[in-house]
């Protein structure tokens, strides 16, 4: 295993890998797993990694787990890159990309995350895995638990409509609805987890980011090699932002690519505290205290537990956050559906969003390479359907002809 | 371009390849697309394949389309084939597979045939395509429509659910409700297509067929050049089937495998139009007519405009016919995602309840090599919900740890 211990996101401190460690003890920043870069700078090429089959497991040399120890798979990554002309010409760009996320096997991709934690967690002997979600990663880590055989505990609100239990339920994990909001459930499960020998793999777990970086790996592969100019992501916890963040740091540690994109982190109007103590230039993100009605339910985290790793990441690299009020994310969602086919859950469409704001704003030249992530697929949650369809009409079937001929 | 003309499904009669065609003349069967698999067999190697990166397009020689054409593409095929160990052993198998074909960008394997329609009609300059449905094939010809920039015209049943309506405008097709039945709806469709220029491409369309061939293609890869003894699909037009027997005996011909699969065809009990006529040993099925009631839905085709193809190929490589009632296949849908983390909708689920029965009956032997074609994701459709659902429990976040620690 290359996995040689764990360095806050952001502080700084460093711990030894041996005990399974989710935050940092000095500042409670999100812990990153950390490698001997200067030995796998060696292991890992352009060539050896052309020769393997593409998936998140293509990267294992860089994932913390022991070359010998079987994959808890279903099949994650290697989800496709589509050059969007037609989108790109509409909004002026000359180069824009959709990373498609939601082609990962349980429509997120969080896939990616659960994949390298389930995988963790049967490697270090543990008996059960468990999540704080009311929503993609409660699926994901469930999907994964019985492929492994193990069993997920997935802590949820108290109140959810029945289509969320569905969604979380059908791969059979132990929905626990418990009274308390989002950050107790979460420092909750961790103390519970150390006792119980339970992995507990919530938003910006350590081990869960490393999935989430093969995001960047891919998007550089793909492009042949070329780093785009602006990589566009959402957030809401923040750890998919972290996650890719340090996935193009790791690629320019090793010597495979010269330089970082910048990143373009997006919130819902709604639910935007990343972007408020950007604005600021605030080094932490301060608590949202309203309740969340935007329909872009899944990023509704108002205490991102990865926020000041964001904030700092922004900072380092050169970035930008920007909100998006909700009438702007659904005209997202039907134009890269309509004009590209790719029907993204509200999400994953705010990207496109974000980035017609950044355009507008004059916050990116249109001649850069842009690339969209589209964290996940609208048949798992299409958001506001009625504001997706159109009327359809209905006739007699002798009249179809004219129908076709006319319209 | 390699494609040589037609061929009828079921006479065999030929037809010259210029013209676009759908069915055959002299006994209405369906068309196939034929090739000059003499020339091909040299371009076409396992070394060749090799080289090629997964997916649809890969297999473009033996596509009806010529090489310099761009495909209409959204990343099709390349789905994954899972070793199912678990599910295996609890049903007595050693080699069990499943060919997870939910993983295509709209959640169906009709991405495979709209894939290679839409690129027909874009290189025959046609400005519009169409489709007879009511649900996955309709939303998948829909999504391609918009990724090449034409009208999708889709025909659905008066009385739909407004999910469904959702599902097939999402993407900006034209829906148009017809009052008249599915067969008169697919008679008259194939009319004015021609009348108009507008490519229809319905279930069994020539060019549909031929992207339904590439999971023939993709098992035998990824079984290591490998022939299973079993491939147990769902049918409905019968399209499905038909594609795969088709592209195991193209592969034969091509002299890439020495023999072919037993093909095993599951319908719901409640239309099974070609289990009955299977069982009677007659060459022709007989229209069902009572209403249909089933959840497996998109199985619901009371008179498969494939079903006498199908009947023939199940003849000819000594394959079998199956019905299974609903209560089974909710109860493979349920082992599909708690054992295997694969979440499959009614119609994708129904082949392992298909294949529960065929051991029972003795049909199959324990120690043969198996391939389910999960054939649609269950986020698109899930079914019966409610069986699918486990009570949650709603507990205070001071009783959670008990919680854990007994469960």
Redesign the interface.
């Known amino acids: 295993m290359n996995f040689v211990g764990y360095k806050c996101g952001v502080c700084g401190q460093e711990f030894s890998p041996e005990e399974i460690r989710y935050r940092c003890d000095s500042c409670n920043g999100p812990l990153l797993v950390t490698y001997d870069y200067g030995s796998l700078a060696k292991k890992v090429t352009v060539k050896s990694l052309a020769e393997k089959p593409?998936g998140v497991w293509k990267y294992r040399e860089l994932l913390p787990v022991s070359p010998s120890t079987e994959p808890v798979s279903?099949?994650e990554g290697?989800?496709?890159l589509?050059e969007a002309k037609?989108l790109a010409s509409s909004i002026g760009l000359s180069n824009l990309f959709l990373k498609?996320d939601g082609?990962n096997?349980?429509?997120t991709f969080k896939d990616r995350g659960a994949t390298v934690g389930m995988t963790v967690a049967v490697e270090r002997g543990m008996h059960?895995v468990?999540t704080v979600s009311h929503g993609n990663m409660g699926t994901s880590m469930a999907?994964?638990?019985?492929?492994a055989?193990q069993?997920c505990?997935i802590?949820?609100p108290?109140y959810m409509t029945?289509?969320r239990?569905?969604?979380?339920?059908?791969?059979?994990a132990?929905?626990?609805?418990?009274?308390?909001g989002y950050d107790?459930?979460y420092d909750?499960?961790l103390k519970?987890a150390k006792?119980?020998g339970?992995l507990f793999i919530n938003s910006d777990n350590p081990f869960r980011e490393e999935g989430y970086k093969t995001i960047a790996f891919e998007i550089v592969e793909d492009l042949g090699w070329q780093v785009p100019d602006w990589v566009v992501t959402p957030a809401s916890s923040g750890g998919l932002a972290s996650g890719l963040g340090k996935g193009f740091e790791e690629f320019k540690e090793l010597g495979l690519i010269p330089r970082i994109p910048k990143l373009a982190v997006v919130q819902p109007s709604d639910a935007q505290p990343i972007v408020v103590a950007f604005e600021k230039s605030a080094e932490t993100i301060k608590r949202v205290d309203h309740e969340f009605t935007s329909i872009v339910r899944s990023l509704g985290n108002p205490y991102p537990p990865s926020g000041n790793r964001v904030l700092k990441l922004l900072q380092e690299l050169g970035g930008t956050a920007i909100a998006v009020p909700d009438e702007e994310t659904i005209a997202a969602q039907?134009d890269l559906?309509?004009?590209?086919?790719?029907?993204a859950e509200p999400a994953g469409a705010i990207t496109l969003a974000g980035l017609r704001r950044l355009i507008k704003l004059g916050k990116l030249n249109k001649d850069e390479k842009v690339v969209l992530v589209v964290s996940g697929?609208?048949?798992?949650d299409?958001g506001d359907?009625d504001k997706?369809?159109?009327k359809?009409?209905?006739?007699?079937?002798e009249d179809?002809?004219s129908?076709?001929?006319t319209?």
Chains 1, 2 share one sequence.
Do not use: N
Request: hydrophobic content about 45%; charged content about 20%.
């Open positions: 593409a279903l099949g290697a989800t496709p589509h037609t498609d082609r096997p349980t429509g059960a468990g999907a994964y638990a019985a492929r055989g069993t505990y802590l949820a108290e029945s289509a239990v569905l969604y979380l339920s059908v791969y059979g132990k929905v626990i609805q418990v009274v308390g107790s459930m909750e499960s519970i006792k119980h339970v039907r559906a309509r004009i590209e086919g790719i029907f697929f609208g048949f798992r299409p359907a997706l369809v159109d359809s009409v209905t006739i007699d079937i179809l002809e129908v076709i001929a319209s």
